[in-house]
């Protein structure tokens, strides 16, 4: 096995840790928590699936919560940004439904909300999402103020609809370019890929960066970590390469890796090189060269000019 394919073996192993740990976790923000922050389902059309949302008021008073879905798109900056159910394509807000939408909260109770997701009969397959806000509000508002809003927290919903043959659901992604400098002076280096699920269903990628100097030796390398991508919809995923060469052309490859839809782990690889030139030291250097170059020359032409005269 080559240097490089071992390298992509190594990335497979990593990612495969990776991903499998990738847990929801709890989100807390105007004095409640709520956990879990993401559900990810698979629910055939016509079918009905539930999940349970705990909610907790870490506040001193008493939290009045209200739950409500909205649509959310996330664009390649990572930006979130929510609008009414039925604006995007994909949306599954209005599928969702709740036991209690409105309840008041204690200091420190927990309260487990459950959700119903009940899927159309007539549905396209492939991804579909929605954000379930908590709200909490102040009960006792300032005077003239019918309600003050402390906080909100969404927990994204991400339904996968099977469909009736394999061909329906597809999950692919591709590398659409790399963020990387033409050449510069001294580090840190900043590093990006920008991927785009070209599937009709999440993808969640990762990313790494492999650093190769003159001889193909391995200078470093640099984990961008991981992005939720949402169909037809690219981000970005960038880093910092602070321990970097004094000088060098480096070739860097740029590997990601996504489970498709069976399961298994999808690598794909994209290299390009840069220049790292400290321009100041190298002036210095050139300027120092050519005055010693300079003063031989003067030299030279003294020793000449005294052999003549003998």
Partial sequence: MSSYQ???A??????VLFLSLFSSPTLAQGGIKVSPTKVDLVVDRGQVA???????????GVARIRAYAMDFSIDEESNFAF?????????????????????????GATKEVKVTVAVPDEVEPGGHYAALFFETALLEAPPGVSVTIAGRIPSLFYLT???????????????VS?????????GPVETGVVVRNTGNIHLTIAAKVYFSGFRGENIGELDLGQV???????RIMKGRWEKIPLFSRVKASVVIGYFNQQGELVNKTKTADFWIIPWKLVTIIVVALGLLILLIWRLRKRYRLRIERK
Wanted: with cysteine.
């Fill in 178 to 186: 790399l963020l990387l400098p033409g050449w510069v002076e001294k």
């Fill in 50 to 60: 539930e999940e349970v949302i705990s909610v907790e008021n870490q506040g001193d």
């Fill in 83 to 107: 609008y009414e159910p039925g604006h995007e394509s994909y949306s599954c807000a209005r599928w969702l439904t709740l036991n209690e939408a409105e309840f008041d909260l204690n200091p």
């Fill in 10 to 15: 190594a990335t497979s192993l990593l990612l």
């Fill in 228 to 234: 939720v991508v949402l169909p037809h919809s690219e």
């Fill in 161 to 175: 609809i099977p469909g009736a043959t394999e061909a329906e659901v597809f999950s692919d992604a591709e590398i």
């Fill in 6 to 8: 071992g390298r992509i």
